[in-house]
């Protein structure tokens, strides 16, 4: 069965599409940690300096590999090399492992509005109430496979009516949202301007190599890359759509959304804390434990409390959406069958590979996996092992095997190329050495030997 391929309707539609993937859960807790831990305003402008270089390389490289072959990731590698279709593989397995976790989350998320919306932030808030309920069997399963079925059926609904769509209103009101969380709290709570200012004045004092890595990993998962997703997203993209430029629009709605996230929880959790910097501490901790604290301590607290996990959830689901067309995308190009039954067989896929990620905190809490518990080594295997994998295995086919100058005629079909010396230059030797730096350290943090 041969269908034709689906597409974005214009520009505006598949940079929010592509935004709305970029964004995800870790713009709202893992960006503001990294930029406290890592002296605030000095982070943010690292940060900004490596999404315009190293970041941008890959983006452009991954959309453009997309739109040249029409294919998604197994399809587009083979097409263009039958020796590095292993690298296509590679990449379709990562959205696979990420997909069933992440929505784990997103029940969690999903959970959460409803316990805010229902009048039970004050419970929300209590120290125990986050591992008590992922601690249950019954409960946490039935919000996962909620979220799931809501992102299945947006994803159904096809690239246009479904992913394109929910994605231009949806984005739009994700930034309404936390803007207004954000003033509300600045409003309420105080010392949360001390907590501006520490966030955005520079410390010039916590400039190290380490700042630079933990930068490069932030931007490299935060920006859907050596995931499938943006080669998926360039073979819906259209030949008359810039992608040089469609690419800075995707890395300002994403950095800008990650810097927006710090604003509203590092002064918040400041001003709560008293200014100490351990109650920023990373993982679900400070989003699940710390922030309902915060909500409850303000006025209004319920009602902020959902707005803020509202946010989070349209964060979640942009994410999961694009997590989940990638992997339909693929399978429709590799069986030839309809979208419909792809997408049925993959919610199937995804509720069964969920389950044990879920049990892992209750049922299933004794398993663990070279010592981490089954959500936190899928996370690991696919983020800190697959990813700069494939990264690395796609700059050297393309700075050595294919040749930069095939993506960027590719790309000067729309548009004169304006940055095609530094993308040459970036993607032969800039970017690999970032990746294996990545590479080393989200290894050696895994195990203990260094921190980030």
């Given at each position: 069965?041969?269908?034709?391929?689906?597409s974005f309707t214009g520009k505006i539609g598949f940079v929010l599409a592509a935004a709305g993937s970029a964004v995800g859960l870790g713009n709202i807790w893992r960006f503001p940690y990294l930029a406290a831990k890592y002296g605030g305003g000095i982070f943010l402008l690292v940060y900004l300096a490596l999404a315009v270089t190293f970041g941008f390389t890959l983006m452009v490289a991954e959309i453009t590999i997309g739109r040249k072959t029409g294919l998604s990731a197994i399809g587009a590698f083979k097409k263009l090399d039958r020796r590095f279709g292993f690298v296509g593989v590679l990449a379709a397995i990562v959205p696979a492992i990420i997909l069933p976790y992440y929505s784990v989350i997103g029940g969690w998320v999903t959970k959460y509005i409803f316990g805010f919306v229902s009048g039970s932030g004050s419970a929300m808030a209590q120290d125990t109430y986050f591992s008590n309920y992922i601690g249950t069997?019954?409960?946490?399963?039935?919000?996962?496979?909620?979220?799931?079925?809501?992102t299945a059926i947006i994803v159904f609904c096809g690239v246009e009516k479904g992913v394109e769509k929910v994605s231009k209103w949806m984005m739009p009101l994700l930034v309404v949202l936390i803007i207004f969380v954000i003033v509300y709290t600045l409003v309420t709570l105080d010392g949360a301007w001390e907590g501006v200012l520490y966030y955005i004045k520079p410390d010039f004092s916590k400039l190290t190599g380490?700042?630079?890595?933990?930068?490069?990993?932030?931007?490299?998962y935060s920006m859907s890359l050596a995931m499938g997703i943006m080669i998926t997203f360039g073979s819906y993209?259209?030949?008359?759509i810039s992608i040089e430029k469609s690419t800075h629009q995707i890395e300002i709605f994403d950095t800008g959304i990650a810097f927006l996230?710090?604003?509203?929880?590092?002064?918040?959790v400041f001003a709560f804390s008293g200014g100490d910097e351990s109650a920023l501490g990373q993982g679900p901790g400070l989003m699940f434990v710390t922030l309902p604290k915060i909500f409850e301590s303000m006025p209004?607290?319920?009602?902020i409390g959902a707005a803020f996990f509202i946010m989070v959830f349209f964060a979640a689901l942009t994410s999961a959406i694009s997590l989940m067309e990638t992997v339909v995308s693929i399978l429709c190009d590799k069986l030839h069958i309809g979208r419909k039954p792809c997408c049925l067989i993959i919610l199937c896929g995804v509720l069964l590979l969920g389950i044990p990620s879920s049990l892992g905190y209750s049922a299933w809490s004794g398993v663990t996996i070279i010592g981490m518990q089954i959500l936190d080594f899928f996370d690991f295997i696919s983020n800190s092992v697959l990813m700069p994998m494939v990264a690395l295995l796609t700059c050297i086919f393309i700075g050595y095997f294919l040749k930069p100058q095939s993506l960027i005629d590719e790309i000067e079909e729309t548009a004169p190329f304006k940055q095609?010396?530094?993308?040459?230059?970036?993607?032969?030797?800039i970017a690999p050495v970032c990746i294996l730096l990545i590479l080393i350290s989200s290894v050696l943090s895994a195990f203990g030997v260094i921190k980030i």
């Amino acid at each position: 069965m041969n269908e034709k391929r689906s597409s974005f309707t214009g520009k505006i539609g598949f940079v929010l599409a592509a935004a709305g993937s970029a964004v995800g859960l870790g713009n709202i807790w893992r960006f503001p940690y990294l930029a406290a831990k890592y002296g605030g305003g000095i982070f943010l402008l690292v940060y900004l300096a490596l999404a315009v270089t190293f970041g941008f390389t890959l983006m452009v490289a991954e959309i453009t590999i997309g739109r040249k072959t029409g294919l998604s990731a197994i399809g587009a590698f083979k097409k263009l090399d039958r020796r590095f279709g292993f690298v296509g593989v590679l990449a379709a397995i990562v959205p696979a492992i990420i997909l069933p976790y992440y929505s784990v989350i997103g029940g969690w998320v999903t959970k959460y509005i409803f316990g805010f919306v229902s009048g039970s932030g004050s419970a929300m808030a209590q120290d125990t109430y986050f591992s008590n309920y992922i601690g249950t069997t019954g409960e946490p399963l039935l919000w996962f496979a909620l979220f799931v079925g809501i992102t299945a059926i947006i994803v159904f609904c096809g690239v246009e009516k479904g992913v394109e769509k929910v994605s231009k209103w949806m984005m739009p009101l994700l930034v309404v949202l936390i803007i207004f969380v954000i003033v509300y709290t600045l409003v309420t709570l105080d010392g949360a301007w001390e907590g501006v200012l520490y966030y955005i004045k520079p410390d010039f004092s916590k400039l190290t190599g380490m700042t630079f890595v933990a930068a490069m990993g932030q931007l490299f998962y935060s920006m859907s890359l050596a995931m499938g997703i943006m080669i998926t997203f360039g073979s819906y993209t259209k030949k008359d759509i810039s992608i040089e430029k469609s690419t800075h629009q995707i890395e300002i709605f994403d950095t800008g959304i990650a810097f927006l996230s710090g604003l509203l929880i590092v002064p918040a959790v400041f001003a709560f804390s008293g200014g100490d910097e351990s109650a920023l501490g990373q993982g679900p901790g400070l989003m699940f434990v710390t922030l309902p604290k915060i909500f409850e301590s303000m006025p209004g607290g319920s009602f902020i409390g959902a707005a803020f996990f509202i946010m989070v959830f349209f964060a979640a689901l942009t994410s999961a959406i694009s997590l989940m067309e990638t992997v339909v995308s693929i399978l429709c190009d590799k069986l030839h069958i309809g979208r419909k039954p792809c997408c049925l067989i993959i919610l199937c896929g995804v509720l069964l590979l969920g389950i044990p990620s879920s049990l892992g905190y209750s049922a299933w809490s004794g398993v663990t996996i070279i010592g981490m518990q089954i959500l936190d080594f899928f996370d690991f295997i696919s983020n800190s092992v697959l990813m700069p994998m494939v990264a690395l295995l796609t700059c050297i086919f393309i700075g050595y095997f294919l040749k930069p100058q095939s993506l960027i005629d590719e790309i000067e079909e729309t548009a004169p190329f304006k940055q095609k010396k530094f993308f040459s230059l970036a993607i032969r030797y800039i970017a690999p050495v970032c990746i294996l730096l990545i590479l080393i350290s989200s290894v050696l943090s895994a195990f203990g030997v260094i921190k980030i």
